[in-house]
Nanobody, 116 residues
Framework: QVHLVESGGGLVQPGGSLRLSCAAS????????MSWYRQAPGKERELVAS????????TYADSVKGRFTISRDNAKNTLYLQMNSLKPEDTAVYYC?????????WGQGTQVTVSS
């Protein structure tokens, strides 16, 4: 049974940093590209960043390039998102996603609020 659990969200001031984690279980984590998405109130869910199975390649949305870093620890079955220089427009629920066998699995999400 695939299980994804995000953590690390919270309230942070503009310019601050947060590190999100996504603990994965129920599948062979090291075989799959993993992604972070986010959804702000009233907006569609959008891709933030992706990382290939071995971590050799990453992609980012233009809005977060240079500020966010996606990484993974395959020994710990964990995906990370380091978020620096946070802006109010980064406020959203952040989700990790695992595409397995033609289906997308999602975690429950973690709220990130950037506000002074």
């Amino acid at each position: 049974q695939v299980h994804l659990v995000e953590s690390g969200g919270g309230l942070v001031q503009p310019g601050g940093s947060l590190r999100l984690s996504c603990a994965a279980s129920g599948f062979i984590f090291s075989r799959y590209t993993m992604s972070w998405y986010r959804q702000a109130p009233g907006k569609e869910r959008e891709l933030v960043a992706s990382i290939t199975s071995a971590g050799g390649s990453t992609t980012y949305a233009d809005s977060v390039k240079g500020r966010f870093t996606i990484s993974r620890d395959n020994a710990k079955n964990t995906l990370y998102l380091q978020m620096n220089s946070l802006k109010p427009e980064d406020t959203a629920v952040y989700y990790c996603k695992a595409p397995i066998s033609y289906r997308d699995y999602w975690g429950q999400g973690t709220q990130v609020t950037v506000s002074s």
